[in-house]
């Protein structure tokens, strides 16, 4: 009998975090990667995430970039949490669109982190761009594993 190798840290995280994520399961995101410093994640706009002007609001490519964020800066295997962010808006985002969020740790110190996403549609056309800062309290997310 074979047991079953050990998935990575980053991918434990980000499934522990996900489980209790609604906001990210309401978003309907598909995670196609993760590890230490780093995650890509892809979803679909939908119909009740436009706004007055008829495209997407721009919390839902925020909110893309801010889970990819947070994923990416957790994978580390230390409970992070975002103390700076902000997004510029490059091109505007409709109905349909598949949009695809790669996060890329710019620093990553004792206590903070320092986090670049780049948001792009389905053509390949850069929609946004996201920086983030992290706080890294120290705590593990599998704290049984460190003794």
């Known amino acids: 009998m074979t047991s079953e190798p050990k998935r990575p840290l980053a991918t434990r995280v980000v499934d522990k975090m ?6 990210s399961q309401w978003l309907a995101i598909e995670r196609l990667e993760e590890g230490p410093g780093h995650c ?3 979803m679909t706009v939908r119909d009740e995430m436009v706004n007055g002007f008829l495209i997407a609001h ?3 490519s925020y909110a893309l970039a801010d889970s ?3 994923f990416a800066s957790n ?3 230390i409970k992070a949490v975002s103390i700076e962010t ?3 808006h490059l091109r505007p985002v409709q109905v349909g669109d598949t949009l695809t969020a790669i996060a ?3 620093n990553l110190g004792r206590k903070t982190g320092v986090y670049r996403v780049e948001v792009m549609n389905q053509k390949g056309k ?3 761009l996201f920086k983030g800062t992290v706080f890294r309290g120290g705590e593990p997310w599998f704290p049984e594993e460190n003794g």
């Open 18 to 23: 996900m489980h209790g994520d609604a906001f």
């Open 40 to 42: 890509t994640l892809r």
């Open 58 to 60: 721009g919390g839902i």
């Open 68 to 70: 990819a964020l947070a």
């Open 75 to 77: 994978g580390h295997g």
């Open 86 to 88: 902000s997004i510029s």
């Open 104 to 106: 890329s740790e710019d």
């Open 126 to 128: 850069l929609v946004a």
